[in-house]
């Protein structure tokens, strides 16, 4: 079982940068896909990267391609969204979770883009 923690959240100019770490615990951390899904206001939550258990390969939903990377470091148990060109469309709360997810959602992180 993994247990996962987000942050780097924060208020953002359009066309900035945030990068977000997810820590995770437990031993089987590299055992799992690990996702990036995001949920903005009045909205369902909506998958935005996925990375593989090796990192070998990732995925993302269109509207990230080009301006997000996912990363993970399983040595560390960490995983990385790195936001680039961000956009006002962007803000919503940001999760970490296995991939497919489970229903535990930890707390997220916040992402404002000002526009």
């Known amino acids: 079982q993994v247990q996962l923690i987000e942050s780097g959240g924060g208020l953002v100019q359009a066309g900035g940068s945030l990068r977000l770490p997810c820590a995770a615990s437990?031993?089987?951390?590299?055992?799992?896909?690990m996702g990036w899904f995001r949920q903005a206001p009045g909205k369902e939550r909506e998958f935005v990267a996925a990375?593989?258990?090796?990192?070998?390969?990732?995925y993302y939903v269109d509207s990230v391609k080009g301006r997000f990377s996912i990363s993970r470091d399983n040595a560390k148990k960490m995983v990385y969204l790195q936001m680039n060109s961000l956009k006002p469309e962007d803000t919503a709360v940001y999760y970490c979770n296995i991939n497919p997810p489970t229903p535990d959602w930890g707390q997220g992180t916040q992402v404002t883009v000002s526009s």
């Open positions: 437990g031993r089987t951390f590299s055992s799992y896909a």
């Open positions: 990375i593989s258990k090796s990192g070998a390969s990732t």
